[in-house]
């Protein structure tokens, strides 16, 4: 073949977000494609928005590759702005609005915005937040003023002329940027790709059987994985999106008994609260194919409890943001089952290795850090070159996470390498204590956290909260005890209130924040 004609084939199997979402509203367009409360546009009508949100992004000068950072709660707006970048090849940098204003500053000043969207609640936010952008570091933000949600945002799209026209983009082009929990200094970029992200829905069908056509709750942030991930997939396959304003458990009862939903995303320190509403109600689910994530961090029994109610297994998994559902995506949890182990199925669509701090792999029974390479990665960090070296040495992502492959090729989780605790030269892995602890049912959650000491350098130490104000501190002691070495005996347990543990928007325990009030806790 000619060089014209390699092209030609090339560009052929060039598909993208916008592209496949358009085949959908094509073929289905009286369907509704996006749902949220009273409002609800069908995918003729989505479509029409986003190519005119489009329109109104290019007049303002925003290209391909420029940056458009959002600062909203869920709302379909969210949604359109994700398919009008993706259609002119912009890239979405999801705004966490959780966050402190020096964090936000930092996260905006490393994308340098092109234009910014804001819902009205959120918009206060950026306020005066240039000026303190440039009190860090003096020139680092110039921030255009932003278009608010609202009244003014329609006005702006029934004045807007379409931008009809789809992008021809590279699969590997930029579409978002979600950022890290920076639970160990400020947030990083996770840039995903068109190609990520269509690979990732892929996956996610193929592994959890959910079906094209299949509703997704799209409850958890738009700025995290969850959401964004699966609205996105949502729309590329002719589905529903329900647009829930966060974790409001009574509306997401209702999903549950009203929708067939296909991945009914459940966080940790979300799934018993959950499971309490939906035996209050006494309804039962419509349909739901796959319900769950990160089960090392649910307590089994909630696990049980939640598979029951929905009538649906519960997703062992292991995967991040920078690699989506792999590495660790083909198990699922039987429903009613109370799970004994959490050993995971590697994924088809990856290659994994086990590797110690040299990079070289290590045997069998042996905990190592897991690298992965495939096609559901991340593009790297933005802006981010010696992260990126670091973390993809050797032309593999190494995840940050401890496992140990068992004989049968199953991978069980060990922990994150930063939680590691060093006590007297022996490493200590917080979650093997936690997962002992939760054999008590009356362990609602836990997590432990190291604590300086000076004969032994580090100790684990353990923050509960219980079910049931019989479980005492010698009890859990007695557990450990019967199921970990010495070194790996908690050197103190506090009894907290389940709603004091500090999460973040995935549901995860933030450890740097108990490790913060140590001095303030009483331990027995």
């Known amino acids: 073949m000619t060089d014209h004609a390699s092209a030609l084939v090339a560009a052929a199997a060039r598909s993208t977000v916008s592209g496949l979402f358009v085949q959908r509203a094509r073929l289905y367009p009286q369907r509704i494609a996006v749902e949220d409360g009273e409002r609800r546009f069908s995918y003729a009508e ?19 590759g420029d940056r458009v950072a959002i600062l909203s709660e869920n709302r379909i707006e969210y949604l359109e702005t ?20 020096p964090e936000l500053a930092h996260c905006l000043a490393l994308v340098q915005p092109k234009l910014v969207l804001a819902s009205a609640r959120h918009a206060g936010a950026l306020d005066g937040i240039a000026e303190r952008a440039a009190q860090a570091a003096p020139g680092a933000l110039e921030l255009p003023a932003p278009v608010v949600f609202g009244p003014g945002y329609e006005a702006l799209l029934a004045g807007a002329a379409a931008h009809d026209e789809v992008a021809a983009l590279d699969p590997e082009a930029p579409l978002l940027i ?5 639970t160990t200094g400020l947030p990083k970029g996770a840039v995903l790709s068109h190609r990520a992200e269509i690979v990732r829905n892929l996956v996610t069908r193929a592994e959890f059987g959910v079906q094209p056509l299949d509703t997704f709750a799209a ?10 991930e699966n609205s996105l997939g949502t729309l590329m396959c002719g589905g529903k999106v329900i647009v829930v304003d966060g974790f409001d458990q009574t509306r997401l009862a209702q999903v549950v008994a009203d929708e067939p939903l296909g991945w009914l995303l459940l966080m940790p320190g979300m799934v018993g609260p959950f499971a309490d509403v939906l035996e209050a109600r006494a309804a039962s689910a419509c349909s739901v194919r796959v319900c769950g994530v990160m089960a090392d961090l649910v307590p089994p029994a ?56 040299e990079d070289r792999d290590v045997a069998d029974g042996s905990p190592g850090e897991l690298a992965m390479r495939g096609p559901t990665l991340f593009s790297g960090y933005w802006q981010a070159e010696q992260t990126n070296r670091a973390d993809f040495r050797g032309g593999w992502f190494h995840m940050g996470d401890v496992f140990v492959r068992n004989p049968d090729g199953t991978l069980d989780f060990v922990d994150r390498v930063k939680y590691l605790i060093k006590s007297g030269g022996e490493n200590v892995y917080p979650a093997e204590i936690e997962r002992v602890m939760f054999g008590d049912p009356r362990v609602r959650d836990v997590a432990v956290v190291r604590r300086a000491d000076a004969r032994w350098g580090e100790v684990p130490v353990a923050f509960v909260a219980r079910h049931d104000d019989s479980l005492d501190a010698e009890t859990l002691r007695a557990l450990c005890r019967a199921g970990l070495a010495g070194y790996k005996q908690p050197k103190g347990i506090a009894f907290i209130g389940y709603d004091e543990f500090p999460r973040s928007a995935s549901g995860k325990i933030q450890r740097h924040e108990l490790e913060k009030r140590l001095d303030a806790t009483r331990f027995d």
């Open 219 to 228: 409850w958890s942030p738009l700025y995290h994985m969850g959401g964004a």
């Open 82 to 101: 994700f398919l009008a970048a993706a259609r002119i090849g912009a890239i979405v940098a999801c705004q966490n609005w959780r966050l402190a204003r």
């Open 178 to 182: 979600l950022y890290t929990s920076g």
């Open 46 to 64: 989505l479509e029409r928005r986003s190519a005119r949100l489009a329109g109104v992004l290019a007049a303002r000068g925003v290209g391909t």
């Open 302 to 357: 909630d696990i049980a409890r939640i598979t029951r109610l929905l009538d649906a297994p519960y997703a062992n998994t292991f995967g991040a943001t920078e690699t989506g559902c792999p590495p660790c995506s083909s198990s699922l949890i039987p429903i009613g089952e109370l799970p004994q182990r959490l050993s995971k199925l590697q994924s088809p669509f990856c290659e994994v290795r086990l590797v110690d701090p």
